[in-house]
């Protein structure tokens, strides 16, 4: 049985806006940071999760919330070293910690910055002990919204003298009338 489609919030708004955004970040992101590792995944998700910046599953597939993209550059690269890391080992072991430290030596840092942005509510955003500061910086990771596919609009070129002549005796004709 089919429930009825829901009108889209300005959450889903959001997240249909950002999300081709974000999967081009997590794409160019992946495949640069697995030049190092060589790993191998099946399919990238990128969704509109409430709890999750990020999941590997046991079938490769690795998922990202679509929120990264608001995320400074060095925490991106955290969650996806860190996903990547999932596609060798499945836990949060310190063989794990190691594989994540060739790339990222910091990243116990990084880990820390991360948490900062708590889910509060149902809504990913700074924790709210951090209100205010938090949310400054958080508005102004906004990137540009990503421009899509270039759509070239063609111009009529209209021979200008003949038409600025053209229009200025229709004026003139008018006024005489
Ligand atoms: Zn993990």
């Given at each position: ?18 999300k081709e955004y974000a999967r081009a970040v997590v794409h ?16 990238v998700?990128i ?17 990202f919330?679509y929120?990264?993209a ?108």
């Open positions: 049985m089919r429930t009825p489609r829901r009108r889209a919030t300005s959450r889903t708004q959001h997240y249909l806006r950002y160019v992101k992946l495949a640069y940071w697995n030049q190092l590792y060589g790993f191998r995944w099946r399919r998700a969704r509109n999760q409430r709890t999750c910046w990020g999941s590997c599953s046991s079938a490769k597939n690795l998922n919330n929120k990264i608001f995320l400074p550059a060095r925490l991106q690269d955290y969650l996806i070293v860190h996903e990547l890391c999932h596609l060798k080992e499945f836990n949060h072991s310190p063989a794990f910690w190691a594989l994540v430290a060739r790339a990222l030596p910091h990243w116990p840092q990084l880990k820390r910055e991360l948490d900062r942005y708590s889910f509060a509510g149902r809504s990913l955003t700074p924790a709210r002990h951090h209100a205010g500061a938090l949310r400054r910086a958080w508005l102004s990771y906004l990137p540009a919204p990503y421009p899509g596919p270039r759509v070239v609009r063609r111009v009529r070129k209209i021979p200008a003298r003949a038409g600025v002549r053209g229009a200025k005796r229709g004026h003139a004709a008018r006024r005489r009338r």
